[in-house]
């Protein structure tokens, strides 16, 4: 969950660097470091805090050089300093910037010590640094030191490697974290993310797991998992530089919040034909796959298994498929039992969410018909690992508390959806599609309401807790809004099915405790009327996102915005906003960083 940069050139790369480090900060922004090499001499800076903090270090202490790696850190082992930033240095020769967990560093740390190496910060990183110098030191190049040193790491590595004594080389590995190198002329380079080289660069090799790579001025050579000479091809971004851009608005989430009808008319339209029939971009041979899976496995994390809650509604009342809905840090610890014919489908907006990835891993591919994946990276590891993948076309998506990503998995899972009730059921598709041409329109209208939203958000001040309570496929709605809000306010908000609130949570609420209902005119909203009530005979102040056909009333302590009439398979996409717009205004109510909340990073590369 750390963001890696490095380069060689035959100009200075600190610049490079700096500009690396900043489009990167969303992975990570505990502390910031980077070394360069000049003339025999290996200059190193770190600063905790954010990059602005190593920015300003280097306009007092200016350092220049033609190779050089950096860091920003999302701290694991240590606490977020100066001694625990990368790059960790051994005896002013080898610097080393690390992503990933070394999960047996404690053996290897007690072996150096025991062989004079002293140690400087309370990472599990610096014995990288100190390993590959003890291999220098009995004769090794560097390209075989770092190979010797990862053998002897088990745990998820991203490496950047520099040595003051082979300054014509940058090296780095990867096993289980994301590591890419972008091909330039007369220079090269190497990132955690695409997006941390775009001002130089728009053509990359993606590393695959165990390789190794030496990068110089004019040549880039790679070796595989058994120390053999690999191929891998050299590929195009797809996206321009600006895309990555903050634009008219004050933070990455407003622009993201409010390029989701943008967005999701694209995906629609792409996805339809004239006769209002969904075709997803999958190959014959896939689709048979899907004819054929007998019940769907979906695992994912976090917001993403959000949307997959929601998906296992759609799965089984539209298609007639069942389906079971996993947490893929769970998962990978059980042994759980798959049914043969199952069709697999991991979700990840980045395609490098380490538990997803293990989950697929872990799983009997014997009983699978097929492992599919609905991402936003083409390029990532849980694309490149599975048998096909579904596209989810959001764009890069800076802000850490995902909002398009999570609203085009939903877009894209309900496509997938009907595309296995063809065959199956006899739901009216194309009314479903029709409906969805006029989403676009509605996201638009909702997005109006933003001036409202930002009324009812004054409310939140100074409170501490929250309830969001939903029912059916919108108690995953309401799981997802509670999500934001305690990402970004940090105020402690819980959600639950609203049919469970006699079950205990009614015991919390009080003239204190803000419950937020998401109420479309479905055959539970009578149900849900019930349950608002009794919130409002325990003094409860309600907050309601309802269908302008709901009639409910407004009063003191029930304050309700009617959203526009939708089709009730599509309902899920459309709530989600208001609540994206509320949490987002809580949050600048109460003068969080709203990109960047505290303790979080926005790809999550680490058990």
């Known amino acids: 969950m750390c963001g890696i940069v490095g380069a060689i050139a035959q100009r200075n790369v600190a610049g490079i660097l700096i500009e690396g480090l900043n489009r990167l900060e969303y992975r990570g922004y505990d502390s910031a470091g980077l070394a360069v090499y000049d003339q025999q001499t290996m200059q190193c800076l770190r600063r905790a805090g954010k990059v602005a903090q190593l920015e300003q270090a280097i306009a ?46 404690e053996p290897i740390k007690q072996s150096l010590i025991e062989n004079g190496y002293g140690f400087a910060s309370d990472t599990d990183s610096e014995v990288i640094a100190h390993l590959i110098h003890s291999h220098r030191a009995q004769g090794m190049d560097l390209r075989h030191a770092v190979q010797a040193a990862v053998v002897q790491c088990e745990g998820a590595y991203a490496l950047g490697v520099i040595d003051r004594h082979e300054p014509t080389s940058l090296l780095c590995a990867r096993k289980g974290s994301p590591l890419v190198i972008g091909v330039g002329v007369a220079e090269n380079y190497i990132a955690s993310d695409q ?8 053509r990359f090799i993606f590393l695959e797991e165990g390789d190794i790579a030496q990068l110089e001025q004019d040549s880039i050579q790679v ?40 967005v999701i008319d694209h995906i629609i339209s ?21 004819e054929q899976a007998c019940q769907v496995l979906i695992i994912a994390c976090g917001t993403s298994y959000y949307a997959g809650l929601v998906a296992r509604y759609w799965i089984e009342s539209v298609a007639g498929v069942s389906c079971q809905v996993e947490v893929a840090s769970e998962f990978r610890y059980r042994n759980a039992v798959v049914p043969e014919g199952t069709l697999l489908v991991t979700l990840s907006q980045s395609g490098e969410t ?27 590891s849980l694309v490149r ?116 609130l006699k079950h205990g949570p009614l015991a919390l609420v009080d003239a204190e405790m803000p419950v937020v209902v998401v109420a479309p005119n479905n055959d539970l909203l009578d149900k849900l009327k019930a349950n608002m009530q009794e919130v409002r005979a325990r003094g409860g102040e309600l907050f309601v996102f309802a269908d302008s056909r709901a009639t409910l009333a407004a009063d003191e302590n029930t304050h309700i ?47």
């Open 60 to 105: 007092d202490h200016p350092i220049s050089g033609s190779l050089g790696i950096a860091h920003t850190r999302w701290a694991t082992h240590g606490v977020p300093n100066e001694n625990n930033a990368h790059p960790h240095l051994s005896q002013d020769d080898v610097a080393v910037v690390h992503n990933g967990i070394i999960t047996n560093f």
């Open 195 to 202: 997006l941390a080289l775009l001002q130089v660069t728009d």
């Open 223 to 262: 070796w595989d998992t058994h120390g053999e000479v690999a191929a891998r091809n050299v590929e195009r971004y797809e996206h321009g530089d600006q895309s990555s851009d903050k634009g008219q608005y004050k933070h990455y989430m407003a622009k993201e919040i409010h390029e989701q009808p943008k």
């Open 270 to 290: 792409d996805r339809s034909d004239m006769h209002g029939e969904v075709h997803i971009p999958l190959d014959k041979e896939a689709l048979a796959k899907l």
């Open 354 to 380: 380490a538990d997803t990835l293990a989950a697929l891993r872990h799983v009997d591919k014997s009983k699978l018909v097929a492992a599919m994946t609905i991402c936003n990276v083409p390029s990532s």
């Open 385 to 500: 690992e599975s048998d096909f993948a579904l596209l989810i076309q959001a764009g890069p998506e800076i802000g850490v508390a995902s909002t398009k990503a999570f609203t085009t998995q939903l877009v894209a899972l309900l496509q997938l959806t009907l595309t296995l009730a063809k065959t199956r059921t006899t739901c009216d598709i194309q009314e479903v599609m029709q409906a969805m041409q006029s989403l676009p329109g509605l996201l638009n209208q909702v997005l109006q309401y933003e001036d409202r939203i930002e009324q009812l958000a004054k409310c939140f001040a100074d409170k501490h807790h929250a309830l969001f309570l939903g029912r059916g496929a919108l108690f995953p709605i309401a799981l997802e809004g509670a999500l934001k809000l305690k990402e970004i306010s940090y105020i402690h908000a819980e959600a639950y099915p609203a049919g469970e």
């Open 561 to 607: 915005i009617a959203l526009p009439e939708i089709h009730d398979l599509l309902a899920p996409i459309l709530y989600t906003i208001p609540l994206q717009l509320l949490s987002y205004h809580v949050a600048l109510i109460k003068g969080t960083d709203v990109d960047q909340p505290r303790n979080l990073a926005k790809s999550v590369t680490v058990e």
